[in-house]
């Protein structure tokens, strides 16, 4: 069964020389009735049908594509009747020479063109825009007048001089559905239809050319013998094109390809220039022998510029293309590795599972753990060297089906296309081969830590599902020492921590984060001074959450960043709406004063919103060290504005002192167990912390007051301001702002100062 293909091709093959050798023979002395030469068209127009058949019956194929080759079957026996009613035509005449077309081979050939110019123009041609779709009928337009040109030149204008009139509207009629047809099938070669297989589409387009044109090719043919038809050489060409297509379309494959681009509209079709050139070719032939050299002249002038226009246009179009080329590698790809990114990643997965067939499709994602330590000790070129070297070893130990792309950061992910559990717990272990070896970048040996989750999934299932499930193993996968790997089961879901580490992410992206104001007011007529901005977490399962659930996630995984940046840009666009004597204290953590442009991101939020420098305090706790030289830049760009640091959770950490004397800090909160310290014969702690604040210039503010006898202790030993269940508990935007009005209502009010 196997072997059919290639003897229909074999078969065609054979009819197409037979009939080229018995012609020629015929040529130099006809021994070979010419009827004879026309059994070829019969014969051949079987085997095309058989393979025709074949071809709509393979399963594999789209139906669009199934649903053309049936169409094209009812083609070939449309062809088959016409060559059987042209054959008897010329058996009744005998050897008369110079027959006209049958009635009969007219009405079949013409329905088969009408049949084969539906079947194109059924076919989906995908999405394109109105640009687009009128550069391509122009382009079609020019091959059909190309094609019109010759079809007049060698065809109708002879018909029109036919004794028979019926014949002679029977003729202009078919060449206007032969046109018409060159119209469609150049429609569709420009189109680049991507159902379709390149290879079967040539062929075709060969097959319905040559059966379109050849009858106009009569008046050449009779030159050569008056018994000769161009449909004796022609139909054997045709079936001979159209088995190579059935037969290419029926071993296209359709499963995701490694690696495969999306297809896009060519911006460039050599189509149209050639049928400009032809035309060309046939002014200088016609042009040529007649007298007058100054038409001469002219002639060849004209077709010299349309050539050189021809030229500078393909010149122009070739030099946009490798622009657009450029520029679509880097809308997909990743400029640091130059692997896919975000974009072309969720279309390689969206492909792999929306394939036709029940198909494994694992995704895999691969953390590195020890990054951000790169990063801040040796610096950013550096932790770009790590990235490029880990980039290139990921991807030369993967299948050339495999996507491999980056994320960002340090993030990457593959999607391992066909790979059930078994083969993605291979592709991982390759993976981690090619990590095992240190790196060396910039003279510097770095090891290689990385936590790799994998989700196992099949066609149909959700992409967005399978990513967070392995977001979800690979932050389990964290847990355990060295590189490792871990494949997501629904256990994982009950941890917390990978599943609020998973689910972080989308949370910052999605808006479910919110803010609440704890007001802080003054000790001595509980007037408001301003207010701390605390972050809330509005999960979908577990309910609100406090940043005690989800921020030590979130400086584990370096989401600690975008989520305080998130804080600050919604803090900043409420503080715009409050009375401008309110200062607000905004949590950051140690990592953000680190991050290159952190302090342009806030500069660049106060001029947006057109807040003072002064109005803004942010919040670093004191027990998470900060890296004084690294923080530098930001910190003397931020207090260049105006914009006060704040100390939190005072007394409570190691380097207390070494921390005010290396950072620039403003204002210190006391600790809430200090605050809450039961009175004993002891010197306070809270008196102590008052008493450095006030030897170094800076504002003191106590946090946790819950009672009225903790307000007066701090009144007593000279607190100013202070936060705390007793004032208020912190509440929406919206309460804080009606809670201003009762302060302010005039809108007056003096800034919190030492």
């Not at 020019?142 to 009139?165: E, N, P």
């Not at 060969?206 to 050449?220: C, E, F, H, N, T």
């Amino acid at each position: 069964m196997s072997l059919l293909p290639d003897r229909l091709l074999r078969a065609n093959a054979l009819l197409l020389l037979v009939t080229v050798v018995a012609v020629g023979v015929n040529s130099i002395s006809p021994v070979i009735p010419w009827a004879l030469l026309w059994l070829p068209s019969i014969a051949g127009a079987g085997l095309l049908a058989v393979s025709c058949a074949r071809t709509a019956r393979a399963e594999h194929l789209p139906a669009p594509i199934r649903l053309f080759w049936r169409q094209i079957w009812v083609v070939c026996l449309l062809v088959g009747l016409g060559a059987t009613a042209q054959t008897a035509q010329v058996t009744r005449a005998g050897n008369a020479p110079d027959l006209p077309m049958g009635a009969g081979q007219m009405v079949f050939d013409g329905l088969a063109i009408l049949i084969i110019m539906w079947a194109l123009i059924r076919l989906p041609f995908g999405s394109r825009s109105r640009g687009e779709t009128f550069r391509l009928v122009l382009d079609a337009g020019t091959v059909m007048l190309a094609c019109a040109v010759f079809v007049w030149h060698f065809a109708t204008r002879y018909s029109l001089h036919a004794a028979d009139s019926s014949l002679v509207y029977v003729s202009l009629t078919l060449s206007v559905v032969a046109l018409l047809a060159v119209f469609a099938v150049a429609k569709f070669l420009l189109a680049s239809q991507s159902l379709f297989d390149r290879g079967a589409l040539r062929m075709l387009a060969v097959a319905v050319l040559i059966g379109a044109v050849g009858p106009i090719l009569r008046p050449i043919f009779m030159t050569l013998d008056p018994h000769l038809y161009p449909d004796v050489l022609g139909m054997p060409a045709v079936y001979f094109f159209g088995a190579l297509a059935a037969d290419r379309q029926r071993r296209a494959s359709y499963g995701p390809r490694r690696g495969a681009k999306p297809s896009r509209p060519r911006s460039f079709s050599a189509l149209p220039y050639v049928a400009v050139g032809a035309v060309d070719g046939l002014l200088l032939t016609v042009a040529w022998p007649a007298n007058g050299e100054d038409r001469r002249i002219v002639v060849v002038s004209a077709v010299l510029l349309t050539a050189l226009v021809v030229l500078r246009q393909i010149t122009a179009f070739r030099d946009n293309g490798r622009l657009l080329r450029r520029l679509d590698h880097g809308a997909t790809h990743d400029a640091l590795t130059r692997l896919p990114n975000r974009v072309l990643f969720h279309e390689r997965l969206d492909k792999a599972l929306t394939s036709p067939g029940d198909r494994p499709v694992a995704v895999a994602l691969i953390d590195l753990d020890d990054f951000k330590e790169v990063n801040d000790t040796l610096g950013h070129e550096v932790g770009d060297l790590l990235l490029i070297a880990v980039a290139q070893r990921l991807d030369a130990c993967v299948r050339a089906e495999d996507t491999v792309a980056r994320l960002g950061g340090d993030e990457f992910v593959l999607v391992l296309d066909g790979a059930d559990p078994a083969a993605a717990d291979l592709a991982a272990r390759r993976m981690i081969e090619a990590l095992r070896e240190p790196v060396v970048a910039d003279g510097h040996e770095l090891p290689i830590r990385a936590s790799i989750g994998i989700a196992d999934g099949r066609s149909g299932d959700d992409p967005s599902l399978l990513l967070r499930r392995a977001d979800i193993a690979m932050y389990a996968a964290k847990a355990r020492p060295g590189t490792t790997f871990l494949h997501y089961d629904q256990g994982m879901a009950a941890s917390d921590q990978s599943y609020l580490g998973a689910e972080l992410r989308e949370a910052i992206r999605d808006d479910q984060l919110f803010l609440l104001y704890q007001p802080i007011v003054s000790l001595t007529d509980d007037r408001v001074l301003g207010a701390e901005a605390l972050v809330r977490w509005a999960h979908p399962v577990h309910g609100t959450l406090a940043p005690d659930a989800f921020i030590p996630v979130a400086e584990r995984t370096g989401l600690i960043v975008p989520l305080g940046r998130w804080v600050i840009r919604r803090a900043v666009r409420d503080l715009a709406g409050w009375n401008p004597a309110i200062v607000l204290n905004i949590n950051i953590s140690a990592r953000d004063l680190r991050e290159p442009g952190f302090a342009f991101y806030v500069g660049a939020l106060l001029d947006a919103y057109e807040i003072e420098g002064s109005r803004i305090a942010l919040e670093v706790t004191e027990s998470m060290p900060i890296d004084a030289a690294a923080s530098a830049a930001n910190l003397t760009e931020l207090r260049a504005r105006g914009v006060r640091v704040s100390l939190d959770d005072f007394g409570t950490g190691a380097s207390t002192l070494t921390m005010l004397h290396d950072v620039p800090v403003d204002e210190v909160k006391l600790d809430r167990a200090f605050t809450q310290a039961a009175p004993d014969d002891r010197v306070p702690v809270a008196a102590a912390v008052l008493q450095v604040a006030g030897a170094l210039g800076l504002d003191a503010v106590a946090e946790g007051v819950e009672t009225c006898d903790q307000a007066q202790r701090l009144r007593d030993l000279g607190y100013r301001a202070a936060q705390g269940f007793l004032f208020a508990r912190p509440m929406p935007a919206a309460d804080f702002a009606g809670l201003l009005e009762r302060d302010w209502p005039s809108g007056a009010g003096v800034m919190r100062t030492a």
